[in-house]
T-cell receptor, first 116, second 115 residues
Framework: AQKITQTQPGMFVQEKEAVTLDCTYD???????LFWYKQPSSGEMIFLIY??????QNATEGRYSLNFQKARKSANLVISASQLGDSAMYFC?????????????FGQGTRLTINP | NAGVTQTPKFRILKIGQSMTLQCAQD?????MYWYRQDPGMGLKLIYY???????DKGEVPNGYNVSRSTTEDFPLRLELAAPSQTSVYFC??????????????FGSGTRLTVV
């Protein structure tokens, strides 16, 4: 079975500081993908960054980077130089093949609040 | 590009009523999904479809039905609405290949309240 765990229900960070959001996963599928999504108060799901299980390098997208430690089964999101607009819910998700079909499974989310 | 279109955006139902949440995508994605998100929680998979004519249950299918007669459309049917179905519903679509980042595209959500 696939499982995603986000252990930080909420985080508070000062503006301009870096922040790390934790994510651990469990899967028996050797081929999988890890995603991070941002959900602002308006409710839409915004794709941030993707890491494939066979990717050798950690993914980066602007101020977002994914600290992928395959042996530890962790895929933490790092946001550098945080901004007030980064305040939102953040979800880690994993795509893998379960019973022959791809499924995207989400963690419980972390609510990030950036303080001025 | 329209992406994934969900209708309606908001709906209030009375207990026992039925309704259909519509979802359409114009990206020729073969996979489509329905998720529900309860307040303060992550998304849970209700049903998914790997192509026209093929659907299967996700994590929380009870109280829902789906159909996939075309590649573009994947409606979610609620029969005999219950207060426990009060939630935000998201439809999503994707390609099926895993070796590169075929991202998931989400609709804007339907906020459903059952009273």
């Amino acid at each position: 079975a696939q499982k995603i765990t986000q252990t930080q229900p909420g985080m508070f960070v000062q503006e301009k500081e870096a922040v790390t959001l934790d994510c651990t996963y469990d899967t028996s599928d050797p081929s999988y993908g890890l995603f991070w999504y941002k959900q602002p108060s308006s409710g839409e799901m915004i794709f941030l960054i993707y890491q494939g299980s066979y990717d050798q390098q950690n993914a980066t997208e602007g101020r977002y980077s994914l600290n992928f430690q395959k042996a530890r089964k962790s895929a933490n999101l790092v946001i550098s130089a945080s901004q007030l607009g980064d305040s939102a819910m953040y979800f880690c998700a994993m795509r893998g093949r379960v019973q022959g079909a791809q499924k995207l499974v989400f963690g419980q989310g972390t609510r990030l609040t950036i303080n001025p | 590009n329209a992406g994934v279109t969900q209708t309606p955006k908001f709906r209030i139902l009375k207990i026992g009523q039925s309704m259909t949440l519509q979802c359409a995508q114009d990206m020729n994605h073969n996979y489509m999904y329905w998720y529900r998100q309860d307040p303060g929680m992550g998304l849970k998979l209700i049903y998914y479809s790997v192509g026209a004519g093929i659907t299967d249950k996700g994590e929380v299918p009870n109280g829902y039905n789906v159909s996939r007669s075309t590649t573009e459309d994947f409606p979610l049917r609620l029969e005999l609405a219950a207060p426990s179905q009060t939630s935000v519903y998201f439809c999503a679509s994707s390609y099926s290949r895993t070796e590169i980042n075929y991202g998931y595209t989400f609709g804007s959500g339907t906020r459903l309240t059952v009273v």
